[in-house]
């Protein structure tokens, strides 16, 4: 009895989704002006204060009796690494032409 009514919910959920993807308003200027007023100034924000949380959790690697320095740069250097990548992969994103 679960099975089918999750079923049918799931039928009905997909095409309530197909239909409105077909006549759906065009969302090209909202979404750039949410992305040029709200995601644009909040990045760098939002980043420094993962960054900071990041550099909080690794820093039990710099301290006490058994110091691993190495371990602790590589683990900063791998999320300063993998911003620049995901930055630089939503730039490229951005920069193509719909």
Request: no cysteine; glycine share 10%.
């Amino acid at each position: 009895m679960k099975k089918k009514i999750l079923l049918i919910a799931s039928t009905m959920y997909f095409i309530a989704l197909n239909a409105a993807a077909q006549t759906g308003p065009n969302l090209s200027g909202g979404a750039n002006g949410f992305l040029n007023g709200t995601v644009k100034p909040l990045f760098p924000i939002v980043l420094g204060i993962v960054f900071i949380v990041t550099a909080l959790f690794n820093i039990g690697e710099v301290t006490g009796d058994q110091k691993n320095y190495k371990s602790f740069f590589s683990k900063i250097g791998i999320f300063v690494g993998s911003v620049i990548i995901i930055r630089l992969v939503l730039q490229w994103i951005l920069s193509q032409s719909v």
